[in-house]
């Protein structure tokens, strides 16, 4: 299994087509983003997909971003768009992606990534914090988390 950056890869078109599997609103939302080329729009330019992947298997994903779906606000960088295939679930494959989504955020001089969410219990198990409760774009409650960096 590796880490890729869908911008990096050199095979968004077999990656987006995984990304389209995605039995998730969010996900099919994602995959609209990067089909149109609006993702750098909607959450940054400097906004990453980062994937864990097994040869041709695309096991998670999710994003790095400058702006998630709480806005406006001075909170930055995002973890979004999270997602682990219902197989691969159980087995804590998303940490591979934020390890790795650290050490970016490291190199970069980030002391700290954040995550909006409506799950309780899932992100503490990867070391997150609950920060505070703040309003998404669409004015509903949302958790967020905070991911220490170093």
């Known amino acids: 299994m590796q880490v890729v950056n869908y911008f990096d890869c050199g095979r968004q078109a077999?990656?987006?087509?995984?990304?389209?599997?995605?039995?998730?609103s969010a996900g099919r939302y994602l995959h609209e983003l990067l089909s149109r080329n609006k993702f750098k729009d909607a959450v940054g330019e400097k906004s990453k997909v980062m994937m864990?992947?097994?040869?041709?298997?695309?096991i998670s994903f999710c994003t790095y971003a400058e702006k998630d779906?709480?806005?406006?606000?001075?909170?930055t960088p995002w973890i979004g768009f999270v997602y682990t295939f219902p197989r691969y679930r159980g087995h804590r494959y998303m940490g591979r992606l934020f390890e790795e989504i650290r050490k970016l955020a490291g190199a970069e001089g980030v002391r700290a990534i954040?995550?909006?969410?409506?799950h309780t219990g899932l992100y503490e198990k990867y070391g997150c914090e609950f920060y505070g409760m703040m309003n998404d774009i669409h004015a509903q409650p949302s958790r967020v988390y905070r991911m220490l960096v170093g």
Request: glycine fraction near 6%.
């Open 14 to 24: 077999h990656w987006l087509a995984q990304i389209g599997k995605s039995d998730w």
């Open 52 to 58: 864990l992947v097994d040869e041709d298997e695309l």
């Open 69 to 75: 779906d709480i806005q406006p606000t001075g909170l």
């Open 114 to 118: 954040f995550i909006s969410t409506d």
